[in-house]
């Protein structure tokens, strides 16, 4: 135990900037206690007095007063358990009171880590030099920890190995090595050929946050499942354990038209088949390991049942509110506020007559709502129409579209500006996000027999751009009258050749992507895929980091 646990408390008394800890080894869960422990050459199996128990090691961690970041990277099996969120009871390692401290795990609580043969390395450490030797194509001069992981996750993933989990308490988006992909880059130091993977602790002392020069892993993978989609969008990764996934009494994962965050690692997603429903997601620690935990039926007020289409409920947008959420659906159309508590509809906001299908209005039938979203004060609220009214028409395949803007007056959203926004030829726009108060989010999508899916996120800038709510018709507007856009990303372009896909596509990446929900503080985009229940489509989770600057 002393041969583990001394080298690791002689680098927290020297370390006053960064303590790095890096066990590579054996885990094992003790017989009767299921206590995660760390093993010694003389350990035996499930004879937790022959080994150490990780809560030893957190301690001599957790005490430590010196270092003002404690990195710590299991490369074990079952090593998920000392991620405090993965973790049903008691934590092993509860770090969340320790500022500076940051987590990964090679694998999950309950998954074992490989060592595949023929490899100078394990899969998660090997994985983890890959990046680190040849760095973020399309990344900034210095890398994350978070990106670090983030790529290395998204290799994992592609070679469909086990995947890492990590817990960061406040140093995850801080510098931390710089990008080797980056012409000029100062080359890493010349790796050891040494293998011996029984423990390695290791303490740095820099005056920057960044180990610039410090290679303290070891090397390998392809990329091919994360990467630079354009020079301000990068995939991290993505998910498809939500796919057909069985949930609450045998119901499955199917037709997800919407995302909304509800915290760091919980969002829901909005069903649109009969009856609508809303699914509770847990994300993971890493952001890509969804799975449902929670799932309510949205009712009518009194709780009657929505019937089926066209005249029932066709839930597209989503947004969460104190004590409610909001829901916007592409049958009538209507935008409706349900209750948290017993999810029952509470009060319909009002829909100018043009948006409503005919004779009142000139909406195409289920192309009118796809898109909700709130400005973070909530004094406004957007929506957009999927396809152009009948009066509005298109041009030359580009779809004269509306975003209809409402804003709060005592306490009620009433219907304000209307904004003419042009799609590209043959897209509807299907998402929003509102980023400021006159800049929004867009997303685009397009289907073609034989090539699949096209889908595009732009920003968009309202200012200056005419209110169009008191004109009969935008077919002669001028062009320079439509919302500014600037395209931040064909999702085409993302790294994606590994990923499997059920039908023809451009990038075998894409599928028929419908929700979209952003962390703006830390600028990661989530995205979910429509599987409509088909078995030719896919349920899939993304995740992106956008640069809005």
Same mark, same amino acid.
């Given at each position: 135990?002393?041969?583990?646990?001394?080298?690791?408390?002689?680098?927290?008394? *020297?370390?006053?900037?960064?303590?790095?800890?890096?066990? /590579?080894?054996?885990?094992? %869960?003790?017989?009767? /206690?299921?206590?995660?422990? +760390?093993?010694l050459p003389d350990s035996e199996t499930g004879r937790k007095?022959?080994?150490?128990?990780?809560?030893?090691?957190?301690?001599?961690?957790?005490?430590?007063?010196?270092?003002?970041?404690?990195?710590?990277?299991?490369?074990?099996?079952?090593?998920?358990?000392?991620?405090?969120?993965?973790?049903?009871?008691?934590?092993?390692?509860?770090?969340?009171?320790?500022?500076?401290?940051?987590?990964?795990?090679?694998?999950?609580?309950?998954?074992?880590?490989? /060592?595949?043969?023929? =490899?100078?390395?394990?899969?998660?450490?090997?994985?983890?030099?890959?990046?680190?030797?040849?760095?973020?194509?399309?990344?900034?001069?210095?890398?994350?920890?978070?990106?670090? *992981?983030?790529?290395?996750?998204?290799? !994992?993933?592609?070679?469909?190995?086990?995947?890492?989990?990590?817990?960061?308490?406040?140093?995850?988006?801080?510098?931390?090595?710089?990008?080797?992909?980056?012409?000029?880059?100062?080359?890493?130091?010349?790796?050891?050929?040494?293998?011996?993977?029984?423990?390695?602790?290791?303490?740095?002392?820099?005056?920057?946050?960044?180990?610039?020069?410090?290679?303290?892993?070891?090397?390998?993978?392809?990329?091919?499942?994360?990467?630079?989609?354009?020079?301000?969008?990068?995939?991290?990764?993505?998910?498809?354990? !939500?796919?057909?996934?069985?949930?609450? $009494?045998?119901?499955?994962?199917?037709?997800?038209?919407?995302?909304?965050?509800?915290?760091?690692?919980?969002?829901?997603?909005?069903?649109?088949?009969?009856?609508?429903?809303?699914?509770?997601?847990? +994300?993971?620690?890493?952001?890509? /390991?969804?799975?449902?935990?929670?799932?309510?039926?949205?009712?009518?007020?009194?709780?009657?049942?929505?019937?089926?289409?066209?005249?029932?409920?066709?839930?597209?947008?989503?947004?969460?509110?104190?004590?409610?959420?909001?829901?916007?659906?592409?049958?009538?159309?209507?935008?409706?506020?349900?209750?948290?508590d017993d999810h029952q509809a509470l009060e319909a906001l009002?829909?100018? =007559?043009?948006?409503?299908?005919?004779? =009142?209005?000139?909406?195409?039938?289920?192309?009118?709502?796809?898109?909700?979203?709130?400005?973070?004060?909530?004094? &406004?609220?957007?929506?957009? !129409?999927?396809?152009?009214?009948?009066?509005?028409?298109?041009?030359?395949?580009?779809?004269?579209?509306?975003?209809?803007?409402?804003?709060?007056?005592?306490?009620?959203?009433?219907? $304000?500006?209307?904004?003419?926004?042009?799609?590209?030829?043959?897209?509807?726009?299907?998402?929003?996000?509102?980023?400021?108060?006159?800049? %929004? +989010?867009?997303?685009?999508?397009?289907?073609?027999?034989?090539?699949?899916?096209?889908?595009?996120?732009? *920003?968009?800038?309202?200012?200056?751009?005419?209110?169009?709510?008191?004109?009969? &018709?935008?077919?002669?507007?001028?062009?320079?009258?439509?919302?500014?856009?600037?395209?931040?990303?064909?999702?085409?372009?993302?790294?994606?050749?590994?990923?499997?896909?059920?039908?023809?596509?451009?990038?075998?990446?894409?599928?028929?992507?419908?929700?979209?929900?952003?962390?703006?503080?830390?600028?990661?985009?989530?995205?979910?895929?429509?599987?409509?229940?088909?078995?030719?489509?896919?349920?899939?989770?993304?995740?992106?980091?956008?640069?809005?600057?």
């Amino acid at each position: 135990m002393k041969d583990l646990l001394d080298p690791v408390v002689r680098a927290s008394e *020297l370390a006053t900037d960064t303590l790095i800890v890096y066990y /590579s080894g054996h885990g094992m %869960l003790a017989n009767t /206690s299921l206590a995660f422990c +760390l093993t010694l050459p003389d350990s035996e199996t499930g004879r937790k007095h022959t080994a150490v128990p990780y809560d030893f090691l957190r301690e001599v961690i957790a005490d430590n007063q010196r270092a003002r970041r404690r990195i710590i990277v299991l490369d074990c099996c079952y090593s998920g358990r000392a991620v405090q969120n993965m973790c049903p009871g008691p934590t092993l390692l509860d770090l969340a009171s320790v500022e500076g401290a940051y987590v990964m795990t090679a694998a999950g609580k309950n998954a074992v880590a490989i /060592s595949p043969e023929g =490899e100078e390395c394990t899969a998660f450490t090997g994985a983890l030099v890959q990046v680190m030797e040849h760095g973020v194509p399309g990344g900034g001069e210095l890398l994350s920890l978070d990106e670090v *992981l983030g790529s290395a996750y998204a290799r !994992l993933d592609a070679q469909r190995r086990p995947l890492p989990r990590w817990q960061d308490q406040g140093i995850g988006a801080l510098p931390f090595i710089r990008n080797q992909a980056l012409e000029g880059a100062q080359a890493p130091t010349p790796r050891p050929r040494s293998r011996d993977r029984r423990w390695i602790a290791a303490a740095a002392t820099a005056v920057t946050t960044v180990a610039a020069t410090t290679y303290f892993l070891w090397p390998q993978t392809s990329a091919e499942a994360a990467g630079p989609c354009s020079d301000r969008v990068t995939l991290l990764g993505y998910s498809d354990a !939500l796919d057909k996934a069985r949930y609450q $009494a045998g119901k499955t994962v199917s037709h997800l038209s919407a995302l909304a965050l509800t915290g760091k690692d919980r969002a829901l997603a909005l069903a649109d088949n009969a009856p609508p429903r809303l699914l509770e997601l847990s +994300l993971g620690a890493d952001g890509l /390991s969804p799975e449902v935990v929670g799932s309510w039926e949205l009712s009518r007020r009194g709780g009657g049942r929505y019937p089926g289409e066209p005249a029932g409920f066709d839930g597209e947008g989503l947004v969460v509110a104190a004590g409610s959420v909001l829901v916007a659906s592409e049958t009538l159309p209507s935008i409706q506020r349900f209750a948290r508590d017993d999810h029952q509809a509470l009060e319909a906001l009002p829909v100018p =007559e043009r948006f409503l299908l005919g004779p =009142e209005g000139s909406a195409v039938p289920d192309k009118t709502f796809e898109s909700l979203a709130a400005t973070t004060d909530g004094l &406004s609220l957007f929506t957009g !129409l999927e396809e152009p009214l009948g009066v509005d028409g298109s041009d030359r395949g580009r779809g004269r579209v509306r975003i209809l803007r409402y804003r709060l007056k005592e306490g009620q959203y009433v219907p $304000a500006e209307e904004y003419p926004y042009l799609t590209d030829g043959g897209h509807q726009l299907v998402e929003l996000i509102a980023l400021e108060p006159d800049r %929004l +989010l867009a997303m685009e999508r397009s289907w073609t027999d034989g090539a699949g899916n096209s889908v595009k996120l732009y *920003l968009v800038d309202l200012r200056g751009k005419p209110d169009v709510r008191r004109q009969a &018709s935008i077919r002669d507007l001028p062009l320079a009258s439509y919302t500014g856009k600037r395209l931040l990303a064909d999702l085409a372009e993302c790294p994606g050749a590994s990923a499997p896909s059920r039908q023809p596509q451009r990038n075998p990446l894409l599928d028929n992507i419908e929700g979209m929900a952003l962390d703006q503080a830390e600028g990661v985009l989530y995205l979910i895929s429509d599987d409509n229940g088909s078995d030719r489509q896919t349920t899939r989770l993304y995740k992106l980091r956008l640069d809005l600057t």
